[in-house]
C-alpha cells in the first residue's frame, strides 16, 4: 500500500510532462429539438425555452456545430435527423437534445411531432419517430453518442387514443432502454415509467441542472449526470429522479476539455496538498480498513486525515450493523426453536427477552450505521466541492472509482426529511395517506408494514431508513390496493360513491339492486269474546248440539250451574234445545246417553 502511495507523485510528473488534455476533445456536433406549439394537443411552456437553454449552453462550450429546432412536424423531423446524421460522420462526440412529448407503446419509446394525431394507438408507428431513429442518427460518431430526452411528461394523447387491441400496453412515462451500440448513454429526465415535471420557472428542473453540471470542463459525462439527479432530486423534493442508460469505459469522458496550458520550463512547486489528495482517493478506491490504516499511518492529520477517520467509522458501523442483524436472526431462530419443542417457560423467557435485546441492539446499530453513512457521504460531497471551487489549490479528481455509486456522494439528509421522503413515496404508491410532515408516527409506521405486506419487503418499519426509501422508489405504480366504504367503488386511485337509477339502491354487496314493492299493512281487526255474549246458537251446547252427550255436556252444565238463573243457560236432549225457564238452572246429575239426560232443569 505504501508503495501505491509512493508513485503518486510520480504518476503527477508523468501527467505534466504528457499533457493534461483529455482524450475526448475532437470535433463535436449536436442537434437541440423542442416541441411545445402541438397541433392537436394542448400546448407546452417549457420545451422551446429549455431548447434554447440547451443550444446556447452547448455553443458557449466550444461545440462546432449545433443545431437548434422547435416545433417540427413529422416529414421535418425526419429531415433534420437525416442531415444530422449526416455531420455526425465526422463527428467524435454526437448530442442529440430533446425537449416535448414522449410516448411509450409495447415496450418501445416515440418522440411526437407537432402535427401528431394519435386517435389510435398504432398510430403512433406512421405519426412518431422510434427513439431507435433517434439512435441511428447519433450512430457514426466514433466516440461517444450522447441522447438527452426530457418528454416524461403526461402524455394527453393517451385518454383519448382508441385501442385497436385490449392487450397493447400504453406505459406511463417512458420505458427503459437499453442501447445495443458502444459508448451509447441515453439520459432521461425522470426514471422509466415516471413523469417529470416542468416546473414553476421558465425552465424544467432537468435542463436547470443540465445546462450548470454538463459542460464543466474536464467534468466526466457520467458525474456530470450524478450532479444533474441531485439537483433534480432535491428541487423536487425527491419526486423525480433523471436516470441514465448505457454505459462507457474506464476512461473520462467530458463534454468539455480542460484548457491545455504550456508546461513552464521550470517545474512548479511541489504541492502536498495534491499529494495527500491522491493518496486519500487512493484509498477510497480501495474502500477497506486496511487501506484507510495505511493512509493514516502517512498523513495522520489535517482535513483528509479528518474525513479518513469518517470512512473508518462508517466501515465499522456497517460491519456492526452487520453483526447485530446476524445476531437477531439467531436470537429469533432460538426463540422459536425452544418454543416448538415446547421447552420450560423459564427457558422460553429467557431466549425471548435475548430476541428483543438483539433486536434493540439490530436497531441501534441500523441508526448508528446511517448518521456515519450520512456524515462520510457530506464530508465526501464537501471534499468535492471545494475541489471544485479551488482546483488550483487541490484539482481533485473527477473519475468515479469502479463500484461507487454516484448517488452514495449526496450530502447527508436530515432524518425530519428522510422521514418526509419515505412518507411522500408511500403516499404515491397508495400505502400512505396523512401528511408528508416529517414526523414517523404509529400512522407512518403502519403504511410502512402495509408496504411489507404488498411488496413482499422485510422493512423495519420502527425508523424512517435510506433502505426503505430506496424499496419503495423501486415500485412504479401502486403497490397497496385502495379500500373503499360500503356504498362507494373503486375509481383509479380513488373511491367514489355509487349512484343508482331511479327504482334501485345499493345493497349489501355494494350492487345496485332493484328496490322490493312495500307489503300493504293489515287492518286492525277487533278479537270476539267467546263468552256468554254471543247469541246462544253460537256457544257450546251445555248437553251437546243435536242431542249431544256424555261427560263434555256434563262439564259444560257444571260450569253454568253457578250462573244466574235462567242467565241464558240451554237445555238440549233428545226432543230438542230450548232456554231454561226463568228461574232454573242445569244441574250436572251425571250419566248421558240414549234416553238418559245429564243434565237436569231444577226450579225453585
Not at 500500500?1 to 509512493?6: E, I, P, V, Y
Not at 425530519?416 to 397508495?430: I, M
Given at each position: 500500500?505504501?508503495?501505491?502511495?509512493?508513485l503518486c507523485p510520480l504518476l503527477l510528473a508523468a501527467v505534466l510532462l504528457f499533457g493534461t488534455a483529455p482524450a475526448f476533445a475532437g470535433n463535436r456536433v449536436a442537434l437541440v429539438i423542442a416541441n411545445s406549439a402541438y397541433q392537436h394537443a394542448p400546448s407546452l411552456t417549457n420545451p422551446v425555452n429549455d431548447g434554447a437553454v440547451m443550444a446556447k449552453t452547448l455553443k458557449e462550450a466550444g461545440f462546432n456545430s449545433v443545431d437548434f429546432r422547435h416545433d417540427l412536424s413529422a416529414l421535418d423531423t425526419r429531415r433534420v435527423l437525416r442531415d444530422f446524421a449526416d455531420a455526425t460522420r465526422n463527428a467524435d462526440i454526437a448530442v442529440v437534445y430533446y425537449a416535448g412529448h414522449g410516448i411509450e407503446v409495447e415496450g418501445s419509446n416515440y418522440l411526437i411531432p407537432v402535427d401528431a394525431k394519435l386517435e389510435r394507438d398504432t398510430?403512433?408507428?406512421?405519426?412518431?419517430?422510434?427513439?431507435?431513429?433517434v439512435l441511428v442518427a447519433v450512430e457514426p460518431a466514433k466516440q461517444l453518442r450522447l441522447v438527452i430526452l426530457d418528454a416524461c411528461r403526461d402524455n394527453p394523447f393517451g385518454k383519448t387514443m382508441k385501442r385497436t387491441v385490449a392487450a397493447r400496453g400504453i406505459g406511463r412515462g417512458l420505458a427503459q432502454v437499453e442501447p445495443t451500440s458502444p459508448n451509447t448513454l441515453i439520459a432521461y429526465s425522470a426514471k422509466a415509467g415516471f413523469t417529470a415535471q416542468d416546473g414553476d420557472g421558465a425552465n424544467s428542473p432537468f435542463t436547470v441542472a443540465l445546462s450548470k453540471h454538463l459542460t464543466t470542463p474536464g467534468l466526466d459525462v457520467r458525474r456530470a449526470f450524478g450532479f444533474v439527479r441531485d439537483d433534480v432530486l432535491k428541487s423536487t423534493g425527491n419526486k423525480q429522479e433523471p436516470f441514465v442508460y448505457g454505459s462507457l469505459g474506464g476512461e473520462d469522458v467530458p463534454l468539455v476539455p480542460v484548457k491545455v496550458t504550456a508546461a513552464a520550463t521550470v517545474a512548479p512547486a511541489p504541492n502536498p496538498q495534491a499529494d495527500i489528495r491522491r493518496d486519500y482517493e487512493l484509498a477510497l478506491q480501495v474502500g477497506n480498513k486496511a487501506a484507510w490504516a495505511a493512509f493514516l499511518a502517512q498523513h495522520p492529520d489535517g482535513f483528509y486525515a479528518s474525513l479518513a477517520k469518517l470512512q473508518v467509522e462508517k466501515i465499522g458501523a456497517e460491519q456492526a450493523h452487520a453483526a447485530a442483524t446476524e445476531k437477531a436472526k439467531q436470537a429469533e431462530a432460538e426463540r422459536d426453536r425452544l418454543a416448538a419443542l415446547g421447552a420450560q417457560k423459564d427457558a422460553q423467557a429467557k431466549a425471548a427477552a435475548d430476541a428483543k435485546a438483539a433486536e434493540q441492539a439490530q436497531l441501534a446499530a441500523q441508526k448508528a450505521k446511517e448518521q456515519a453513512q450520512q456524515q462520510a457521504a457530506a464530508a465526501e460531497q464537501q471534499r468535492v466541492n471545494l475541489a471544485a471551487a479551488a482546483p488550483s489549490a487541490a484539482p481533485a479528481s473527477t473519475a468515479t472509482p469502479a463500484g461507487t455509486n454516484v448517488a452514495s456522494l449526496t450530502p447527508a439528509t436530515a432524518p425530519?426529511?428522510?422521514?418526509?421522503?419515505?412518507?411522500?413515496?408511500?403516499?404515491?404508491?397508495?400505502c400512505f395517506s396523512g401528511a408528508a410532515d416529517g414526523n414517523w408516527s404509529t400512522s407512518s409506521q403502519r403504511s410502512l408494514s402495509q408496504f411489507n405486506r404488498y411488496a413482499g419487503t422485510k422493512l423495519d418499519v420502527k425508523v424512517a431508513s435510506t433502505d426503505a426509501l430506496d424499496a419503495v422508489k423501486a415500485k412504479p405504480s401502486r403497490v397497496c390496493?385502495?379500500?373503499?366504504?360500503?356504498?362507494?367503488?373503486?375509481?383509479g386511485d380513488k373511491c367514489t360513491k355509487i349512484v343508482c337509477r331511479e327504482g334501485y339502491a345499493v345493497n349489501d354487496d355494494n350492487e345496485c339492486e332493484k328496490k322490493r314493492a312495500a307489503k300493504p299493512a293489515k287492518p286492525a281487526t277487533a278479537k270476539r269474546d267467546d263468552g256468554d255474549e254471543r247469541p246462544a246458537r253460537q256457544r257450546p251446547q251445555a248437553g251437546g248440539a243435536a242431542g249431544g252427550y256424555g261427560a263434555a255436556?256434563?262439564?259444560?252444565?257444571a260450569a253454568g250451574a253457578g250462573r244466574a238463573a235462567g242467565g241464558g243457560q240451554v237445555i238440549c236432549n233428545s226432543t230438542g234445545c230450548r232456554p231454561v225457564s226463568r228461574g232454573c238452572h242445569l244441574e250436572y246429575r251425571g250419566g248421558g246417553g240414549p234416553g238418559?239426560?245429564?243434565?237436569?232443569?231444577v226450579c225453585r
Open positions: 500500500m505504501r508503495n501505491l502511495l509512493r398510430d403512433v408507428y406512421d405519426e412518431a419517430l422510434s427513439l431507435d431513429r425530519a426529511d428522510l422521514s418526509r421522503s419515505v412518507q411522500t413515496e408511500l403516499g404515491r404508491v397508495g390496493p385502495v379500500v373503499c366504504e360500503h356504498g362507494f367503488k373503486v375509481d255436556a256434563g262439564i259444560a252444565a238418559n239426560d245429564a243434565n237436569a232443569e
